[in-house]
């Protein structure tokens, strides 16, 4: 098992920055890529960045390509999602995750269900 904690969210305004930070413990040998999704209210979970382990290839959602970047520390077991030019619709709880399954060709990096194990989540609210 691997247990995640996600923190960092808070309440900023629009064109403010702000760090997520995900630490893992637990069986972290074998994590193959971590991720952040987040969901606003009424709206279905959405994919906003995931980084492999050990090679540390990154991958963005559209809606915030540009603005975040995703990076890890191996050595602290932990990942950071740093947000640049928040909008209010960047408003949502972000949750990290983090899968073992191999990474083969393609994988499914914006795909929920292929991360097996999941951060409590943090409120990120963005004021206009």
């Known amino acids: 098992q691997v247990q995640l904690v996600d923190t960092g969210g808070g309440l900023v305004q629009a064109g403010d920055s702000l760090r997520l930070s995900c630490t893992a413990s637990?069986?972290?040998?074998?994590?193959?890529?971590m991720g952040w999704f987040r969901q606003a209210p009424g709206k279905e979970r959405e994919f906003v960045s995931a980084?492999?382990?050990?090679?540390?290839?990154?991958y963005y959602g559209d809606s915030v390509k540009g603005r975040f970047t995703v990076s890890r520390d191996n050595a602290k077991n932990a990942m950071y999602l740093q947000m640049h030019s928040l909008k209010v619709e960047d408003t949502a709880i972000y949750y990290c995750?983090?899968?073992?399954?191999?990474?083969?060709?393609?994988?499914?990096?914006?795909?929920?269900?292929?991360?097996?194990?999941w951060g409590q989540g943090t409120q990120v609210t963005v004021s206009s």
């Open positions: 995750a983090a899968s073992d399954r191999r990474l083969i060709g393609d994988w499914p990096y914006a795909t929920a269900g292929f991360y097996n194990f």
């Open positions: 637990g069986r972290t040998f074998s994590v193959s890529a």
């Open positions: 980084i492999t382990w050990s090679g540390g290839v990154t």
